[in-house]
């Protein structure tokens, strides 16, 4: 069956053009661009509604194995498809953690048959986590692990890291790092300041991810380790991680919607939801982040998808488990960027589809004739009040809650079928 989009503004992040225009769609992938429409094709009017790459999310946890409660595949994968996520870059912070692959076959196994969009797992990269003993990274690549990452646990034991980075880089895995001091950060749960120290939060200079980053570079600098940040929250992080690139160093950053949007300041009286791992960071950082990633210096932008149910959060705010959920959220969002003028709708989709495409090796994040059709339609113009008891996901915590977004998708397509948003794609026009 072939599917034909009309009338649809193409946002192609690849050439880097907002255009109106024509796409094809035949055996899953897309067959051509602003060609004419065979009669025999199913056609969808967009009306000039936004036609774009499905969003690749990295650094998404989903509670199974072990937290089922918090997040289900299932869950995980409507609220994805919701958001126009089309795949999925999965944590293996689980219970018990995705280090061998017997548990990485149970999750992947899992993903298929509860999912409508695309699951790749990252495993860890020391057993349990617990930074002592590296995982058996070849035989879990060959079980499909796209990435390794202990995720938000520092190694600590330069030896054992060193050791695991040279074993990677033989096999060309890409390794995630989370740019912390672990000595500075432990116990903190806001940005130190003069807000943190009002509010009677323990705080964590934003010098500790400067001084993680810094170990972290001249570790690949050693060992020409694949690197990617997980997230990179502060100024003055910036330089440094414009030096490893100017330096040939194989390095890319991400940051998380959440500190792209917020500040500490949206912490307020002690609410929860915001707080989140690193803590939210002062407004002049911020800034400097969105500017970066217009830039080009940090590639990619994701949720940080962490689930926590009620009774995590329900806690005095020292005491609550950080994290927020973002996959529904993770678009409308971004279009806040947007709409203040700060980064146009394929830079944009530069950073939240084809640059972790990339980095992860994934065909998708493209508009161009041969790549999957995933796909999202969406109205960046219409208004909304976020309830959180909307969201599909198990958990609640968004940071968003009661927040006016602008910015609505419309419907979803995996590989050319549709996953979320069929009747909506009817009344596109209206």
């Known amino acids: 069956m072939m599917l034909g989009f009309a009338d649809a503004r193409l946002i192609d992040p690849e050439a880097g053009t907002d255009r109106r225009g024509t796409l094809l769609v035949a055996g899953g992938r897309i067959a051509a661009v602003d060609g ?112 390794f990452t202990d995720a938000d646990r520092v190694v600590s034991d330069t030896r054992v890291l060193t050791r695991a980075m040279s074993y990677a880089r033989g096999l060309g895995a890409l390794i995630l790092g989370h740019p912390q001091e672990p000595g500075l950060s432990r116990g903190a749960c806001a940005t130190s300041g003069k807000f943190a120290s009002l509010k009677g939060l323990p705080g964590v200079a934003p ?76 407004e002049a950082d911020r800034v400097a982040v969105v500017e970066a990633v217009a830039a080009g210096l940090i590639d990619i932008i994701c949720s940080m998808h962490t689930p926590q149910d009620e009774e995590s959060k329900r806690l005095p705010f020292e005491e609550a488990a950080p994290g927020a959920v973002g996959l529904e959220t993770l678009l409308p969002a971004a279009l806040r960027l947007y709409h203040a003028g700060a980064l146009s709708l394929p830079q944009l989709f530069r950073a939240m589809a084809l640059n972790p495409a990339r980095r992860f090796g994934l065909p998708a994040g493209r508009l161009s004739p041969g790549a999957p059709a995933d796909l999202v339609l969406f109205d960046p113009a219409t208004p909304s009040v976020l309830d959180r008891f909307t969201l599909r996901s198990k958990s609640k915590n968004t940071p968003f809650d009661g927040a006016r977004l602008q910015g609505r998708v419309l419907a979803t397509w995996v590989a050319g079928v549709p996953v979320h948003g069929e009747t909506a794609v009817a009344a596109a026009g209206g």
């Open 36 to 147: 004419p429409l065979p009669g025999e094709a199913t056609v969808i009017d967009c009306a000039g509604k936004c036609l774009a790459p499905g969003l690749v999310d990295v650094g998404v946890q989903v509670g199974e194995p072990g937290a089922r409660h918090k997040e289900s595949f299932r869950s995980a994968g409507l609220a994805a498809a919701a958001g126009g996520v089309t795949t999925l870059v999965t944590r293996p912070d689980t219970d018990p953690p995705i280090d061998s692959p017997e548990v990485l076959e149970f999750v992947t196994r899992r993903a298929r048959a509860e999912t409508p969009v695309n699951i790749r797992p990252m495993a860890a990269l020391t057993k349990g986590r617990a930074g002592r003993e590296m995982t058996e990274m070849g035989f879990l690549l060959d079980a499909g692990a796209v990435a």
């Open 207 to 282: 010098m500790a991810e400067r001084i993680g980053f810094d170990r972290d570079m001249g570790l690949v600098e050693m060992t020409g380790a694949r690197w990617h940040a997980d997230q990179i929250t502060c100024a003055r992080t910036l330089p440094a991680l414009e030096r490893a690139k100017a330096n040939g160093l194989d390095v890319t950053a991400g940051v998380s919607i959440h500190h792209l949007t917020l500040n500490e300041f949206d912490v307020g009286d002690y609410r929860t939801f915001f707080k989140v791992t690193p803590p939210l960071r002062a």
